[in-house]
């Protein structure tokens, strides 16, 4: 069964930067297109980055210049590194795996004061 597990959020000031990890467990790794996605308080979940099995990626015009993904098939792990953060990037992250069934991890709560 596969399993996702976030982990790196945390209450950081504006310019800041974090990194999230998403580690994935119970299935092959490289298989997977992966993605993060965010949902903010009273909004919609939405993708913030993508990775296919290829490593190519794709990014929320938001983040863009500013948030990188990428991935380590040999730690079965994608990573969010987010720089310049600011306060709209508060959020609940969430890390995706998608091949013919899709799987969630629980997110890990990012907060960017101003």
């Known amino acids: 069964q596969v399993q996702l597990v976030e982990s790196g959020g945390g209450l950081v000031q504006s310019g800041g930067s974090l990194r999230l990890s998403c580690l994935l467990s119970?299935?092959?790794?490289?298989?997977?297109?992966m993605a993060w996605y965010r949902q903010a308080p009273g909004k919609q979940r939405d993708m913030v980055a993508s990775?296919?099995?290829?490593?190519?990626?794709n990014y929320a015009d938001s983040v863009k210049g500013r948030f990188t993904m990428s991935r380590d098939n040999a730690k079965n792990t994608v990573y969010l590194q987010m720089n310049s953060l600011k306060p709209e990037d508060t959020a609940v992250y969430y890390c995706?795996?998608?091949?013919?069934?899709?799987?969630w991890g629980r997110g890990t709560q990012v907060t960017v004061s101003s």
């Open positions: 119970g299935s092959a790794f490289s298989i997977y297109h």
């Open positions: 990775i296919t099995n290829t490593g190519n990626t």
């Open positions: 995706k795996a998608a091949r013919v069934y899709e799987y």
